[in-house]
């Protein structure tokens, strides 16, 4: 399941003033145990009871912004003593 769908569902179900509570375990009843958490329904509830209503999650520091593959590459070869 997509974050996209599971913020879009959060945020159908807040409009319909479910509890952070109900909108996860409603999730996990249709989607699978793992399809949302109540601290991340919590977290979005949050943020739309804010009148944020974007679905797009905000940025996060320590979060890696590209995987740039030659330097993995570069460092895997350097690390195994090949190249």
């Known amino acids: 399941m997509s974050k996209d769908l ?4 959060l945020l159908f179900d807040f409009n319909k003033s479910l509890s952070e509570v109900a909108s996860s375990r409603r999730k ?8 949302v958490n109540e601290r991340t329904a ?3 509830s949050q943020k739309f009871r804010s009148e944020n209503l ?3 999650g905000e ?14 590459q570069a460092a895997i070869e ?6």
């Open 42 to 44: 919590t977290y979005w």
């Open 54 to 56: 974007s679905l797009c």
């Open 78 to 83: 350097e690390d195994s003593g090949i190249g």
């Open 59 to 72: 940025p996060r520091s320590g979060r890696p912004h590209a995987l740039n593959d030659e330097a993995l």
């Open 6 to 9: 599971v913020r879009c569902c």
């Open 28 to 35: 996990c009843e249709v989607f699978g145990d793992s399809a």
